[in-house]
């Protein structure tokens, strides 16, 4: 049977993610003590999948799970969920708010919640621990002025009293989710996601590079992170996701120039996206101005390649003895014919389109014509 590895113990918001993932396929849920655990479990073969939180609406990544992905490169992200996350002021029955001392829960949600406990607990010490359910289970078997962070299902395993609900900074707070295993997963009918970390060469540029090859494409990325790359300060290293799978011509292009343009890109996984429902807050209608700075950043992107174009140009004119040979109309008639097509094929007109490229062509002529004649013989 599947043995599916979450953060524990029972009654954690991973545990919750990892019963909507499992949905109803039998397989075995398996607690462990860490996140550090199930990817080792999920890495070494002892589980088949690992379910791992990842981002959250209020507070952001969890590193810890970046830092991991990173140093376990066998781990490859399979699926993604966006889980509600509403946080519970759990305490012994018969305690009160004024009894509390210490508030006991996973980092995460302790920052989560920040703003309540600021208001409600000022005076009262944060003790961040593995995971919510741990912090639960410890208030159970400790003090009457201890109380924990967590969620209906850890007071119902813990026989704990909930004080107060929904504590959490945000109404709308959700976290992000991922499953490891150790194999790519076949992804392409469905729209997908595909996670990325790329490490930069050191020069001017170097992100802008990247990023360039995706926006031009009109690839959407959804995230990008950065952490430390750990070899010196100041280096370090790019987490992307994007929309789309490794097999959709643009995006295996955009990776293949990105690869040649860095010192190393991984692929993380490429997943079915997550139809977030109720998380977040969906499509809205594009503006104008969005729509314009949208046609502005084309604009850009044509001319940059008309920059790239007429390098190529010089560069044939370097091959060229003189001026006389600059004009060759089986060329420019080969060249029109392709842009007549692919005109066509992007639903322009082929007449509007062969008109723009002949101007472009008499340029790009008089370019070489120039180059040659001031060419020192
Ligand atoms: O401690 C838990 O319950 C976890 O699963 C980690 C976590 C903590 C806070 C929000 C989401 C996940």
Redesign the pocket.
């Known amino acids: 049977m599947r043995r599916i590895a979450y ?1 524990g113990p029972r009654g ?3 545990e919750q993610a990892a019963l909507d993932y499992a949905g109803d396929q039998s397989v075995e849920l398996v607690p462990c003590e860490s996140l550090q655990e199930v990817c080792l479990g999920v890495a070494d073969g002892r589980y088949t999948q690992g379910v791992l ?1 990842l981002e ?1 609406l209020i507070e952001g990544t969890v590193n810890p799970v970046l830092d991991l992905l990173l140093e376990l490169p066998v781990l490859k992200i399979q699926a993604e969920m966006m889980l509600p ?1 509403a946080h519970h002021l759990l305490v012994q029955p018969g305690s009160a708010v004024r009894d509390i001392r210490t508030v006991l829960s ?1 980092p ?2 302790l920052a ?1 919640c920040r703003r309540y406990l600021a208001r409600k607990l000022p005076a009262a010490k944060l003790l961040p621990v593995e ?3 741990l912090a639960a289970s410890m208030v159970a078997g400790g003090e009457k002025t201890m109380a924990a962070i967590g969620t209906t299902a850890a007071a119902k395993h813990y026989n704990l009293t909930t004080l107060e609900q929904n504590i959490q900074d945000r109404s709308n707070n959700c ?1 992000r989710f991922v499953v490891v295993g150790r194999e790519d997963i076949p992804c392409r009918e469905v729209p997908c996601k595909t996670s990325l970390v790329v490490s930069l060469l050191d020069r001017p540029g170097a992100l802008y590079s990247i990023l360039k090859e995706f926006a031009w494409r009109g690839i959407n990325l959804t995230r990008i992170e950065s952490r430390p790359a750990r070899t010196c300060l100041g280096e370090y290293i790019f987490f992307i996701d994007l929309e789309g799978h490794l097999g959709e011509p643009a995006v295996k292009e955009a990776l293949e120039d990105i690869t040649a343009l860095s010192r190393q890109v991984r692929i993380l996984g490429c997943y079915p996206a997550c139809q977030s429902a109720g998380c977040q807050s969906g499509k809205k209608e594009e503006t104008l101005e969005e729509l314009r700075a949208d046609i502005d950043i084309i604009d850009r992107q044509v001319i940059e390649l008309l920059g790239k174009r007429a390098k190529l140009v010089t560069r044939v004119g370097e091959l060229k003895q003189n001026a006389g040979q600059v004009r060759d109309p089986a060329r420019e008639a080969q060249v029109l014919a392709q842009v007549r097509r692919l005109a066509q094929h992007h639903g322009l007109s082929p007449d509007v389109l062969e008109t723009v490229y002949r101007t472009l062509l008499d340029y790009f002529v008089e370019l070489q014509v120039n180059q040659l004649t001031s060419r020192v013989p």
């Open positions: 953060l954690t918001f991973s939180p959250n996350v996973h995460q949600a989560q995971s919510t359910a976290t």
